[in-house]
C-alpha cells in the first residue's frame, strides 16, 4: 500500500514544486483562506450528509435542508437539485443559485462498468418508474440519471440499490467520480487485459473512505484493457490503458491529467507497466498526490490538469514514485492511438463462441420502463447482463447465437438499435436547460430532432461524423472532441432577438486521433438554424473530401468560408 499519510511539509526526499504564489496546497501547509467549498468540506466531511438524510431530511422534508447541505454536501450522495422550470437560458448566469433551485433532485447511480444482470437492471428501472416520473438517462460517465427525486423517496431509493450492490456514493462531489470501465471487458476477443478487478478493488477500498472524500475538485477515473480505448482515457484525471510490456506481458499504462470544460487538456502519458494487481495502489497514490499537491485556492484551477501541466510529466511521475508508491515503475512505450470506434455498437463475437450486441438509444434518453425492459429480455435469453458506455449506449452479453437475432429485436421493442444510423450513433447530449442549473440552451431534444432531420438529408452516410451537444461551456458532453462541438449559448438570430444558439467546434476527435476541435471567431449558429447549418458543413465535406479523407481531416484543410455553413452547395 502506498504512503497516504497528510504531509504537513514537503517531503525532503523530493524537490517538489512551489507555485509563484500560495495556491491553497495541503502539503505546503496551506489550508487559509478557504473558498466557500473548502470551508464548507472543513466544518463537516461530506459523507456525513447521509445519516442527515435518512433521519433528518427524509422526514421533515425539502425545507428542513441545510444550505450547505443541498448545494453542497449532498452531491457526495449523488444529489444536484434540478433546474426550476420556466426560467429561461439567457438568465442562467445572472441569478443566485438558490433562484435557479427546484425542490426536486437530480439522483445519479454509478455504474463503475460493472455487469448489470436482471435484478440490477429492474432496479434501476423500478426506480424511475416509481420514483423519477419515469425518468433514466444513461450519461457518458456510464452513470443512470433521473430527475424529479423528491427528498423524502431517497431512503427506499437507496434501498433498493443497496439490494441489488449498486450506489449513489460520490456519484458527485470533490471525490473520486464514478469509473469509466470498459463495456467489453473480460469477452472481447482482442483486448489486451481484463481490469474488471482492479476497478473493483478501488471501489471497495477508497469509496466512501474519508482519505479522499475531500479532494480539490471532482476526479474522473478511466480503465480499459481495449484497443479501441473505449473509455476516452484521454480526457480523465487518471487513466489506466491496456499496453503489452515485451517482457513482463500485458498491465496498464498510466495517464494523467486529462479534462475539458474551458481549459481543455489532453492526459499526459507516464509510459510505465503496472501489473493488474498494482492498479489501485497506483490509484490511490495519483488521487493522494492531487488531495495533497492539488490546488484549492481557485476552483477554476482545482483540477488534476493544472498541477500536471505546471509539474510536468517526468516530475510528476518522480513524486509519485518515490513519495506514494515508494518504488521506481518499470518503463514501457505508451500505446499508439486507436484506430477503431469504441462504442461498440451493432453484433459482435466473444472471445468464448457467444455474442455482445452494442445498442444505442436517442443521446443515452431512456427511462425507467425500457431498463425494467432490458432486464426481462436479460433474464428471457438467459444473458450474461448489460454495461453501459461512455458514448450512451449500452452493450448486452453473453448471446448464444442462435438467439442473436431474437436479441437484436428484443432491443429493437425497447427503442435501442444495434444498426442505428450514423446521426443516432454518432450524436451526443448533455442533460441541457431542461433540468440542468448551468445550462444555457436545451440539448437532449434539440438533438433528438437534429438526428431525425439528418437522416432524412443523409440517410446513406458513409463516413462516421460525431456531433456532440453541450448545454453551456463545461462540455459534459466532450464537446471539444466532437467532428461538430455544439457548446450552447446566448446568439442573435436575424432580427436582433437573443435566441438559443451554439458556439462551434469542428474537427475534433479522441482515439483516433486526439485534437481539440476548431473554433471559428465569432461564429455562432441559432439553434433554429442548426439543422441547415449542419447539412451545409456536412455536404461542402462530402463535395470536397479526398478519398478516404476523413471529416476531422478536411477540416483541418478546408476554407473558413465552408466551415461557417453559411452559403448552401447546389446540388448535382
Known sequence: MPDLRFNSQPPSATEIPRPKRAEGQWSFGLREPLNKNEQSKKDDDPLNVRDRILYVYSKRGFDSIDPADLRGRFRWMGLYTQRKPGIDGGRTGSMEEEELDDRFFMLR????????????????????????????????????????????????IWERLDAVGMTSLEACGDSPRPFLGSPVAG????????????????????????????????????????????????????????????????GFDLWVGGGLSTNPMFAQKLGVWIPLDEVP????????????????????RARLKFLVADW?????????????????????????????????????????????????????????????????????????????????????????????????????????????????????ACTGIEYCKLAIVDTKNRARDLIAELEKRFPDLDTPITVNVNGCPNACARTQVADIGLKGMIAMDADGNQVEGFQVHLGGGIGLHDT?????????????????????????????????????????????????????????
Open 109 to 156: 447511480v454509478r455504474s463503475d462498468g460493472a455487469l448489470l444482470g436482471a435484478p440490477q437492471l429492474r432496479a434501476l428501472g423500478s426506480i424511475g418508474t416509481d420514483f423519477a416520473r419515469g425518468t433514466a438517462d444513461i450519461s457518458d460517465r456510464q452513470n443512470i440519471q433521473y430527475h424529479w427525486i423528491q427528498i423524502e423517496d431517497v431512503p427506499a
Open 281 to 300: 495502489d497506483a490509484w490511490a497514490g495519483v488521487a493522494g498526490v492531487f488531495r495533497d499537491y492539488g490546488y484549492r485556492r481557485l476552483r477554476s
Open 516 to 572: 481539440f476541435g476548431k473554433k471559428l471567431r465569432a461564429h455562432k449558429v441559432t439553434s433554429a438554424g442548426l439543422d441547415d447549418y449542419v447539412t451545409n458543413v456536412v455536404d461542402a465535406y462530402l463535395a470536397h473530401r479526398t478519398d478516404g479523407e476523413t471529416f476531422a481531416s478536411w477540416v483541418v484543410r478546408a476554407d473558413e468560408e465552408l466551415l461557417r455553413g453559411e452559403k448552401a452547395l447546389e446540388k448535382a
Open 312 to 428: 510536468g510529466v517526468d516530475k510528476f511521475r518522480e513524486v509519485l514514485e518515490n513519495e506514494y508508491l515508494k518504488k521506481k515503475l518499470v518503463r514501457v512505450d505508451s500505446p499508439e492511438v486507436s484506430t477503431e470506434s469504441g462504442d461498440h455498437v451493432g453484433v459482435h463475437a466473444q472471445k468464448d463462441g457467444n455474442f455482445y450486441i452494442g445498442a444505442a438509444p436517442v443521446v443515452g434518453r431512456i427511462d425507467g420502463a425500457t431498463l425494467t425492459g432490458l432486464g426481462d429480455l436479460v433474464e428471457r435469453y438467459g444473458l450474461a447482463g448489460a454495461r453501459l458506455t461512455a458514448q450512451q449506449k449500452l452493450v448486452v452479453i453473453g448471446v448464444a447465437p442462435a438467439d442473436v437475432d431474437a436479441v437484436v429485436a428484443g432491443l429493437l421493442e425497447l427503442g435501442l438499435e444495434a444498426n442505428p444510423s450514423n446521426w443516432r450513433r454518432n450524436t451526443m
Open 187 to 250: 469477452i472481447a476477443a482482442d483486448e489486451i487485459i481484463d481490469g474488471t478487478s482492479a476497478l473493483e478493488e478501488i471501489k471497495r477500498r477508497y469509496i466512501g473512505n474519508k482519505d479522499f472524500s475531500n479532494l480539490p475538485r471532482k476526479f474522473k477515473t478511466s480503465l480499459t484493457g481495449h484497443p479501441s480505448l473505449d473509455t476516452v482515457p484521454a480526457v480523465n484525471d487518471v487513466s489506466f490503458v491496456g499496453v503489452v510490456h515485451p517482457e513482463h506481458g500485458p
